[in-house]
């Protein structure tokens, strides 16, 4: 369990070189954790099942490769949180383009979509963040976020082929219906957010083009779709969101998960239906979320 220096024969590569920081599995698995907000040693060691020894010396080849910092939390006993650093966070495109090759090419048949099977293990994956906490975006109020795949103003502006891509259509339907039933929404005690891996230029031209009453978020440094390992397809080389969506409470703690969407425009009355059947419930502490976070 202990991990194995190896000699580095072509400097010049830059994959060679990579791989001696990210020496072995337990490696990527201990940062994908960090970024999903398990910063904590016995965290980590109950997330991971990992040797103590084992974790204990990954998280110190990181900590020396500058990948992960710590950050006190207990002075006696001296405790830690481990965190990414800004080069730490330069992998999070990596642990994406890993986690959609393995569903692709591992779990499925290698086709390109956009969607998945409710009875797929993406599908099981995704109901099970109930409880999680959503990082990075700001959340004071219960909330509503849809993630899509992308939208613009002008059908020129998809990217070759969109239409061929299973779930990828419906886009502008689906922000169209929550614009229109965005007093419902407020009426309710919920705020809408719309996420997106594209660009924030992008997104505003569209949100301006729709005429849309509420923001939408880029997510195009990943740091949502790692923390949350939400499920991800690659389309003229950007990965992009499956459509999802999440109920969120005032602790930015998720409480409901739509997936798969295959009906974008019928989602948006289901959201609003599990939006109000939480009204009772708003008065109530949020669950709690999970290890670390």
């Given at each position: 369990?202990?991990?194995?220096r ?20 337990w ?11 398990v ?21 110190a ?30 992998l ?16 499925g ?8 099977a ?11 963040l ?23 103003p ?7 082929g ?9 886009c ?21 957010k ?7 230029d ?10 849309l ?50 009906d ?8 609003l ?21």
């Open positions: 369990m202990s991990v194995r190896v000699e580095l024969i072509d400097a010049d590569c830059g994959i060679e070189q990579a791989l001696g920081v990210l020496t072995d599995w490696t990527f698995l201990v940062v994908r954790d960090i970024a999903g907000g910063t904590r040693f016995e965290a980590l060691q109950r997330s991971l099942g990992v040797s103590r020894r084992a974790l204990t010396e990954r998280l080849a990181l900590v020396s490769h500058g990948v992960l910092r710590r950050e006190a939390y207990s002075e006696h006993p001296p405790r830690f949180d481990y965190l990414l650093t800004a080069k730490g966070e330069g999070l495109p990596v642990l994406i383009a890993l986690q959609d090759w393995g569903t692709r090419h591992v779990l048949d290698g086709s390109l979509t956009a969607t998945a409710p009875t797929s293990a993406e599908a099981h994956r995704v109901h099970g109930v409880g999680h906490l959503v990082p990075v975006v700001p959340i004071s109020r219960w909330t509503v976020l849809y993630f899509f795949p992308g939208a613009y002008s059908a020129a502006d998809y990217p070759p969109w239409g061929d891509i299973p779930g990828a259509g419906g502008t339907l689906e922000s169209l219906t929550y614009a229109s039933r965005a007093d419902d929404f407020a009426a309710a005690g919920v705020q809408v719309g996420v997106s891996t594209q660009r924030p992008q997104l505003e031209a569209f949100a301006a083009h729709a005429g009453p509420f923001p939408l978020v880029s997510d195009q440094d990943a740091k949502v779709a790692a923390g949350l390992r939400l499920p991800t397809f690659r389309a003229s080389g950007v990965d992009r969101f499956k459509r999802l969506s999440l109920l969120v409470d005032a602790s930015a703690t998720i409480r409901a998960v739509q997936y798969p969407i295959t974008p425009a019928a989602s948006v009355t289901e959201m239906e599990l939006a109000t059947g939480f009204g009772l419930a708003r008065t109530q502490p949020a669950i709690g979320g999970s290890d670390g976070r």
